[in-house]
């Protein structure tokens, strides 16, 4: 048998619940709701380190955070690695082809795909006027350079007057075809126009949306701007002390502390949903009129969440589902994984170290050593089975650091600055609405999943335990010295 063809939907900062057939009262997917009625839902998606540098690195290598070595944000660190998901790939006979965000350094590196088109958003570091050519955004990504051609030199995404971390939300301002929602499915598209039909292809379509700006075309703001649109969560554990401080800020962690202004970066990021959507919708036509959907695979998700105002916060980096908790789902056209169960759900905790290995498995290649992450093969055929029980998670973010332990039913968390515990029970309260960490009845518990987070830094070069204890207010660099690579 041939080996099929694999479709790689990737987004940015997309939430796990805002999403039609994850439940969410408001949003509408139709065409990823389709594919994740034909196919099996992780449920219990997380990204361990969930911004955007060390979430693709998690991606690509199929590591761990403290292995690949990044656990912030930092840019410019040059990515070095010896085994990448393209790279296998590319070995095991495929024709390997991305088409929009990579986020690595240099810009133009490929990891081991064939082709990139690169379109990675508004970066601001590759953007300053102290950037070398070859690394200016207006020279290496191919969108910006587009984009100029179709509408003079002086066009940019920045002509919204948005930003790229804001919540600021207000429609496109040219027409949609010029949108880099719409960009990233013309070119793959073009990449399926021309490929070679003796080969199997792995296509990784990495969106950029709805990661600020909240920009989508006009029609989709209209589907939301008269609807009554579910509030963020807000628990009895918060505090409003950097809402009140921040609150007056466009691209502040806590995001607004005017209401309409949270209203409209709902409507912004749901609208910049639907029309992802619907260009998804495009691609899955696309491959049915190609004949090729019957013998494609398909794997979804998003390398972190959006908080979207849940708890007085914005963005992502945080330990709450709103930023870690992420959309994952795998689907098979009917000529391809005969034994998939689709439309069901696993409960199993997964996460983005797995998407490689899982993908080197559909293509059957071996699975590198340096990879920790696990096949979700057998989960698509035995959705009931567990095969990870529990996750340690974390983000180098200044006095917000934090680590923790997720399992299918609870959360703890620990703030490596100040030392604060958090416990939630993420069986009967899903949004974190109730810290836990005081009642006597849970004190088991919690010690429990302490001592998984114990052992998990055990080693770590920051010092976070003595095997022992945790041990709050170590320097906590958002890349470890082994990232550092010549």
């Not at 929009?100 to 990891?111: A, D, I, T």
């Not at 082709?115 to 300053?128: F, I, K, M, Q, T």
């Not at 920009?215 to 628990?235: E, I, T």
């Not at 921040?246 to 806590?254: P, V």
Request: proline share 7%.
């Amino acid at each position: 048998m041939s080996k099929p063809n694999i479709v790689f939907i990737m987004t940015d900062q997309l939430r796990a619940d805002c999403l039609g057939y994850a439940g969410h009262p408001d949003v509408k997917t139709p065409y990823l709701d389709t594919l994740a009625a034909r196919g099996v839902v992780f449920d219990h998606a997380y990204s361990a380190c969930p911004s955007c540098i060390a979430a693709r690195a998690a991606l690509h290598t199929g590591m761990e955070q403290s292995h690949h070595g990044r656990v912030g944000y930092e840019d410019n660190i040059p990515w070095n690695y010896e085994h990448t998901m393209a790279g296998e790939l590319s070995k095991a006979g495929y024709y390997t082809q991305c088409v929009g965000k990579m986020h690595v350094h240099p810009l133009r590196n490929y990891l081991g795909f064939h082709n990139v088109e690169l379109h990675d958003g508004y970066l601001h570091c590759a953007r300053y006027g102290s950037v070398p050519y070859r690394e200016s955004q207006f020279i290496a990504d191919d969108y910006f350079h587009w984009l100029k051609q179709e509408l003079g030199t002086n066009a940019d995404v920045t002509d919204t007057g948005l930003d790229c971390n804001g919540w600021v939300a207000r429609p496109w301002m040219h027409n949609e075809k010029y949108h880099p929602t719409n960009w990233v499915t013309d070119r793959s598209l073009d990449f399926l126009r021309r490929r070679d039909p003796r080969k199997p292809f792995f296509l990784m379509a990495s969106y950029l949306r709805p990661h600020p700006p909240f920009d989508a075309p006009q029609y989709y703001f209209d589907l939301y701007s008269s609807r009554k649109l579910r509030a963020p969560f807000v628990g009895s554990w918060e505090t409003d002390e950097y809402l009140k401080a921040n609150g007056r800020i466009f691209d502040s962690k806590t995001g607004p502390s005017d209401p309409e202004l949270i209203r409209q970066a709902q409507i912004g990021y749901y609208a910049c949903i639907t029309h992802l959507d619907h260009q998804i919708g495009r691609l899955i036509m696309a491959l049915i009129e190609q004949e090729v959907y019957d013998n494609t695979v398909f794997i979804f998700t998003a390398d972190h969440g959006e908080e979207l105002c849940d708890h007085h916060m914005f963005r992502k980096s945080r330990p709450y589902e709103g930023s870690c908790h992420i959309p994952l789902f795998i689907t098979a056209g009917k000529n391809v994984l005969p034994d998939i169960k689709s439309g069901s759900s696993c409960h199993s905790i997964a996460e983005l170290r797995d998407i490689m290995p899982t993908l080197l498995d559909i293509a059957g290649a071996e699975i590198p050593s340096s990879v920790d992450g696990e096949s979700l093969l057998p989960l698509t055929e035995h959705p009931d089975l567990t095969q990870r029980t529990w996750l340690h998670g974390e983000h180098s973010y200044g006095e917000f650091s934090n680590h923790w332990i997720v399992t299918e039913k609870d959360k703890y968390i620990w703030h490596s600055q100040s030392g604060r515990e958090q416990y939630f029970d993420l069986a009967s309260d899903p949004h974190e609405l109730n810290d836990l960490i005081s009642g006597q009845e849970h004190q088991d518990r919690i010690a429990e999943l302490r001592s998984c987070l114990i052992e998990s830094l055990k080693g770590r070069p920051e010092g976070f335990t003595d095997d022992v204890r945790l041990i709050p207010g170590r320097p906590y660099p958002p890349t470890l010295p082994s990232a550092v690579l010549p």
